[in-house]
């Protein structure tokens, strides 16, 4: 019986299950773990490659058994599915993890850096914020139309209601929803002023790397899409063109071919959401726009002339992610289109 060589790794919050193979393909160790055991378990391994779902703290555990000389690799929930065997448990997941990791077509997930987690961090705090922003207002909103006092869409209708709210001398709205609506007011107010200390944040963390500010230069790219590009792909050259860039964040056409005929649909939405959020958002703001000053680029303005809004946003938006890998691969800045004279 030889020594481990590769080990599937099922982890969770506080148990974990090893699956340990050696060269021959035998199956040498099947262990389930506690969280204080797992560490000094692999102290023990001999350097081997251990596979993990790059699921929640993954990246954390893919850093601790690096640092102990082991080579992990991170793949997919969506890819180790297939190669689990009926029922599922920790001891089955733990073995499709392994036969995932041997698999010479398989791909990985880059481990990401403290760094880079800490910026997403903001990232999501913000989408948090957002959330509650537009609950709270929303609430506000339906409360006030309650005593028949509704305003007009935006910012500013919403401010409209909240100094009605506080005005004690509007009979309008009775005591106790007053005292009620002003709690809710108070709580946009801190949600507001959170905001805008992460946007500010967001800003930093973009400016604050050379990548993160020649992104920033293309159109539809702004400080939070820099940052969370950044943050989100470590490693560009480990998509081998922009196309697999695209594809994982999920702005590529879905496919159901079969005997030599292409049948395209739409957009797969697989991969990263944020990003592809950030990504059609940004090519909308380019594309309202162009509708406004028009355009250098020829491809768009023939693009918005034969397809909606909407679909051409998203086509953009695939275009743009593209861009984005050229520019993080190559280091170049970007660069305008120059029109030719017909």
Not at 195 to 223: F, H, K, N
Request: aromatic share 4%; hydrophobic share 45%.
């Amino acid at each position: 019986m030889g020594e481990v060589v590769t080990v599937g790794l099922d982890i969770a919050k506080s148990v974990f299950q090893v699956h340990g193979v050696d060269a021959e393909g035998q199956v040498i160790v099947q262990r389930r773990l506690t969280r204080a055991k797992l560490v000094p378990f692999f102290e023990k391994l001999p350097p081997c490659r251990v596979g993990i779902e790059a699921c929640a703290t993954a990246h954390h555990w893919g850093r601790r058994l690096t640092e102990l000389g082991h080579e992990v690799k991170l793949m997919p929930p969506a890819y180790v599915k297939p190669y689990l065997k009926r029922q599922k448990n920790d001891a089955a997941d733990a073995e499709a993890i392994y036969e995932a990791v041997t698999r010479p077509s398989m791909r990985f997930v880059e481990v990401k850096a403290p760094e880079q987690q800490s910026v997403l961090v903001i990232h999501r705090t913000r989408m948090t914020l957002m959330r509650h922003r537009i609950e709270l207002s929303n609430t506000i909103r339906a409360h006030m139309a309650e005593f028949g006092l509704v305003a007009p869409i935006g910012r500013r209708g919403l401010q409209g209601l909240i100094e009605i709210v506080r005005d004690e001398t509007d009979a309008r709205v009775p005591a106790s929803a007053r005292i009620c609506l002003k709690l809710l007011a108070e709580q946009l107010d801190v949600v507001n002023r959170h905001a805008l200390e992460t946007d500010r944040m967001i800003l930093a963390s973009a400016r604050a790397t050379e990548v993160g500010r020649r992104l920033m230069a293309v159109p539809g790219v702004g400080p939070v899409l820099a940052s969370a590009m950044v943050a989100s792909v470590p490693d560009p050259h480990a998509f081998k063109s922009g196309r697999n860039l695209a594809a994982w964040i999920g702005l590529v056409p879905r496919q159901n071919s079969t005997g030599g005929k292409a049948r395209l649909g739409g957009i797969t939405k697989q991969g990263n959401r944020y990003l592809r959020q950030l990504l059609v958002v940004g090519a909308l703001a380019v594309i309202r726009y162009a509708e406004r000053h028009g355009t250098r680029r020829p491809w768009l303005g023939q693009l918005m002339a034969r397809r909606t809004t909407k679909i051409a946003a998203v086509a953009l938006a695939n275009k743009t992610a593209r861009m984005i890998w050229a520019i993080m691969t190559s280091g170049e800045a970007y660069r305008e289109p120059v029109l030719q004279a017909a």
